[in-house]
């Protein structure tokens, strides 16, 4: 089945740590994004990548840094966790759909990220 | 400044009532506004689109509508149940760009009692 997976769903981790947040879709969209998102607040983009080699940093600043090796994997790190980086960080990705003339997004379950 | 408000920021409302959540946005131009669900400590999942033409679109128990003169929309829940506690927000993505950048809004968090 066709869809969007993020692990680890829940992540506590110590100031200073160096930690990856995965980020696997199995429908082949070229176009993925990761945001951010803190409790009673709005989405945030913080990345995005258009296609393999491809990866730009989005409207909201972050410290965290992204790959695009394969079509299907994109992956978040931050190399010195913080306890500012605690929040929420949902991975996407877009195909456009013709008969809509727009792009339809799909999003993971996300990651909520604790740093102590 | 391109933005998307809604409001009431929350609600809660008994089983089976029916209401109705607004989003009123600034973003120019205009290419589609969506409304999506969010279950707690999940991601957003859709549940309507439309374009500057549709001013309306059901899906089941959720009706959105769409003025696009006064830049406002509502979705409606047509008797309420238990699993439909969850955030609902209001996305609005502009034109003119291949991103198709997205505005979203803060959410309605929604509880339904029995």
């Known amino acids: 089945e066709a869809d969007i997976y993020q692990t680890p769903r829940y992540l506590v981790i110590g100031t200073g740590k160096k930690i990856t947040l995965e980020c696997s879709q199995t429908?082949?969209?070229?176009?993925m994004y990761w945001y951010q998102q803190d409790p009673g607040m709005e989405l945030h983009l913080i990345h995005y990548s258009y296609g393999v080699n491809s990866t730009e940093k989005g409207d909201l600043s972050s410290e965290s840094t992204v790959s695009r090796i394969r079509t299907e994997h994109f992956p978040l790190t931050l190399e010195s966790a913080r306890p500012s980086h605690t929040s929420q960080y949902l991975c996407?990705?877009?195909?456009?759909?013709?008969?809509?003339?727009?792009?339809?997004?799909?999003f993971g379950s996300g990651t909520r990220l604790t740093v102590v | 400044k391109n933005q998307v408000e809604q409001s009431p920021q929350s609600l809660i409302i008994l089983e089976g009532k029916n209401c109705t959540l607004q989003c009123n946005y600034t973003v120019s131009p205009f290419s589609n506004l969506r409304w999506y669900k969010q279950d707690t400590g999940r991601g957003p999942v859709s549940l309507t689109i439309m374009t500057f033409s549709e001013n309306t679109k059901s899906n089941g128990r959720y009706t959105a509508t769409l003025d696009a003169d006064t830049k406002q929309s509502s979705l409606h829940i047509t008797a309420s149940q238990l699993s439909d506690s969850a955030s609902y927000i209001c996305v609005v993505s502009d034109r003119g760009s291949t991103l198709g950048r997205l505005y979203f809004g803060r959410g309605t968090q929604l509880t339904v009692w029995p």
């Open positions: 996407a990705s877009s195909e456009f759909i013709p008969d809509r003339k727009n792009y339809g997004y799909t």
């Open positions: 429908m082949g969209h070229d176009k």
